[in-house]
């Protein structure tokens, strides 16, 4: 089952490494468990619902509590307080598009709004009510494998399709799609493309913009098909208004996506450098020299410190501190990651080549383990979240991206802005970035946070839109995107319009209306 | 001096090579040529401006005479053959973005039509004025290099700025943009951003959709300035609204692109394979390999003929037509051309294993010589186009992209659409092909055909208009895309809906709405 007010599977969990408390307590004070509502007390505020009865409609007050909150912030704030307001009306679970078209003919005659729900692992309010009767649409029966074309490399999903389902009818085949957002497990295909998802291996796959050839969206105007062309110059790409268009304009249900064989081998390799100036260099360099590797991701010193300090206190953890204190690499060290996948040469000669580069900059290789335990750990990291917040600390993620010119200041006013904004209601903040996806003109910066849980929900929330504030207005201050991989939501929603401009927001708004003169599909989200 | 009613600069011919004339004659029928209309002639028939005179307002017969028309067939026809009939009613020239909405302003005021003009190189009809008092803007005033952080790999250019004017500006820099339309001497960074142009060398450096970062917007409703960051999540990607948007938006005055290091070293590998099934094979699988090449070319066996009987006689060429007949090449063998870029060990590499996938098909590798010919006369091809239509021969080419499982079908369709439509007037078409661009789920189709000329203008445009249509009508069948690479304008505006859909179109139109309420802008084109 999955966890109804916290991340992941309730049967697992992460457990903090041993000394893991102390050290954050040394960076961010120590720390209490706050006391979290009960399920049952949650259940109770479910308020009757207001939609009327249909076939295809449950509203029985578990499934409109298990779809009420995403995995935000506030969203935790929220569920664990016992504080969560606003619930769905109903929940619909269709298996087919007839069946999302039914549902749009029933919110059009009941005056319903709907919400398209995929894994519900949004973290900026893409799937939160508003204050009208609301119909929420899980999509997940819609998760089969349709058609696959090996060789034009395609491969048509109902949109409702998890990353692991995905890889799973791939991987039978032959073949990867090679998308791993860190809510892999849970996210859907319709909801990265709804919110422009970016996996831990874009750098070789490419985004979801770049793997989404076509598909369906099923709309209160009618249905948008888009055929899959391995390019056109027929007029604006149509794929691009779906692509971000967070449930706004329609229901995705159907997504084909480019293929790509399965790798014969896949490494991650590591290597520390001496400081954050010489890291950031060679990272550069190696995303500009296109290398055929398929993820890149550079950790700045707090965060290199951190992950060693949370990584536990293993044999071989410690063998490998010593070792790089030895080879000269100490306080200023930063991690970098790097993945290669395909046939043994490639991969042989793509980490020649990024070492090659690396050790321009002072770069020292560790063992390929690191790595291994990167990979094998990845999607586990998120239930740190769990285990944190039962120990009284809130975790916060924030995210952009930015040309290279720009990202050694981004980073520095970005910690800044929250250490500041924490310092206003007096508590100390953990804070640590790394770069995420690398380009050749730029990269996304991703800094997170960590602050204690006050007893009373609104202070905790209270703290965190303070921290989000001043880090958003930094990022908008220094031209970055509000969002590289999250979306836009409900939470960088007051940030938008810095970013594409009255006359780009007014387009999208005629855009909604287009589609969705009524204005039914996920109001207040992306935008007003 | 640009022709005024042909391809090219006026003091450069390429004539036909020696036998060309009787090759042809054997294929499409004997051919005399037909008198053209004299620019005198064409002179007097520009009839007097409906425009209020204005200060960048240029209303002289001459300069509205040279902006009249652009590059296609049919432009060709009325332009050789005196039948223009519309002409725009003044022409400006702007070089700031001021002067840019200062037009707009007289525009509003005046009622005027507005066509944004580069290059006037449109094959689609994209610069042709409707029947209201039109004014084109011709923007290659806005042709400087106004940024370069050579760092982020982003330069920002005036949107009039043409192709060797921006290759000449990064070369001095030690960057290249590598975007190389066959149009590249003429056409305009703006209006590859306004097509969705398609450079020769795209495989390795992207389309204009991949290089175009960011940039500007001049619209009447205001200006729309598109942020230059390497990647977002904030909502739908407000470029792609612009890439392709024809001039019914608005005017591009800027635009960033993604820029690359000059490459040390550059070559052209010719192969020959047996048949069109075995290059048609080799051409996907190294496609999907993602090597590190530049550009990928695949010519079918009667383009194949074409190319060597139209490279003319010279005692290397015969050398190389006896090698390769040698080689067991005979009748049935096509000729891939693959381009890699780069420093010397990765275009070693990349030829490499270029040629091992192309030997498993039977392929046979030929003289660099033929691929250097191939590369520093790619320019010089569209000036065949005058000579032939001076001996009595029309040249028209039509293009598509679908994914590999439809491609030989659709090549085979497209060839018999037109050959039975030229059976129709009692010509024989001489028609050819090439897969111009490939991707790893599909490719171009790039089909040429070439008839002969009717005395009567009315007659040869009838022709045009009988094989454009059935060839349209195959690809549509197909599933193709209406243009991969020439754009929409006005010859592929009745085939739209099929591709995006009546919803799809009318999203389109909303746009235009939005950013041009009053329908100024480039009207008639792309969609009505």
Chains 1, 2 share one sequence.
Not at 29 to 39: F, H, K, M, T
Not at 148 to 177: M, V
Not at 258 to 282: D, M, N
Not at 321 to 335: D, F, N, Q, T, V
């Amino acid at each position: 089952m999955r966890r109804w007010n916290g991340w992941g599977d309730d049967t697992l969990s992460v457990p903090l490494p041993a000394g893991a408390l102390e050290w954050l307590a040394a960076r961010a004070g120590a720390a209490s468990p706050v006391p979290d509502a009960s399920l049952a007390q949650a259940l109770a505020a479910v308020p009757p619902s207001r939609l009327p009865p249909h076939r295809l409609v449950r509203t029985d007050a578990l499934e409109r509590l298990l779809h009420a909150r995403g995995q935000s912030l506030p969203d935790w704030i929220a569920l664990r307080g016992g504080r969560i307001e606003r619930f769905p009306d109903g929940v619909a679970r269709p298996s087919s598009e007839e069946e999302v078209r039914a549902l749009l003919h029933y919110a059009a005659q009941t005056d319903a709004r709907l919400i398209p729900y995929g894994g519900g692992t949004s973290v900026v309010g893409h799937v939160n009510p508003g204050a009208e009767p609301t119909l929420t649409v899980n999509l997940r029966g819609l998760n089969r494998l349709r058609r696959l074309d090996a060789e034009s490399r395609l491969a048509s999903f109902g949109a409702g399709a998890a990353g692991p389902e995905i890889e799973a009818a791939l991987r039978a085949r032959g073949f990867t799609l090679g998308h791993y957002p860190q809510s892999f497990e849970y996210s859907t295909l319709g909801g990265w493309v709804a919110t422009r998802s970016a996996g831990q291996e874009s750098l070789g796959y490419g985004r979801i913009e770049q793997l989404f050839a076509g598909g369906r969206l099923e709309t209160p105007a009618g249905r948008l098909a888009l055929p899959c062309v391995p390019a056109s110059a027929a007029g604006p790409d149509l794929r691009a208004l779906v692509l971000g268009s967070e449930g706004r304009l329609g229901i995705v249900t159907e997504a084909t996506v480019r293929i790509a064989p399965l790798p014969e081998r896949q490494t991650v390799t590591a290597v520390f450098f001496p400081a954050w100036s010489a890291g950031l260099a060679a990272a550069r360099e190696i995303a500009q020299a296109t290398l055929p590797l398929t993820m890149l991701r550079l950790s700045h010193p707090a965060e290199t410190e951190t992950t060693l300090a949370l990584a536990g206190d293993s044999r071989g953890l410690r063998l490998l501190r010593r070792m790089i204190e030895l080879r000269g690499l100490g306080e200023g060290r930063c991690l970098l990651l790097a993945g290669a996948a395909g046939g043994g040469p490639r991969v042989r000669r793509a980490r020649g080549e990024l070492l090659a580069l690396a050790r321009r900059h002072g770069g020292v290789r560790v063992t390929d383990a690191f790595g291994r335990r990167w990979r094998g750990t990845r999607f586990r990291a998120p239930y740190l979240r769990n285990a944190l917040w039962e120990h009284g600390y809130a975790l916060d993620a924030l995210e952009t991206a930015l040309p290279w010119a720009r990202v050694p200041a981004l980073v520095e006013a970005v910690e800044r802005a929250l250490r500041e904004a924490a310092a206003t209601f007096g508590e100390r903040l953990h804070v640590f970035t790394h770069l995420s996806h690398l380009y050749p003109t730029g990269s996304s910066v991703y800094t997170t946070y960590l602050f204690r849980v006050a007893v009373d929900p609104d202070e905790t929330l209270a703290r965190w839109r303070a921290c989000k504030r001043a880090a958003s207005e930094a990022i908008v201050a220094a031209g970055g995107t509000i969002s590289h991989q999250h979306g836009v939501g409900l939470d960088h929603q007051p940030y938008l319009a810095a970013e594409k401009g009255e006359l780009g927001v007014a387009a999208l708004q005629a855009l909604c209306r287009q589609f969705d003169p009524r204005g039914v599909m996920n109001p207040g989200k992306l935008v007003e």
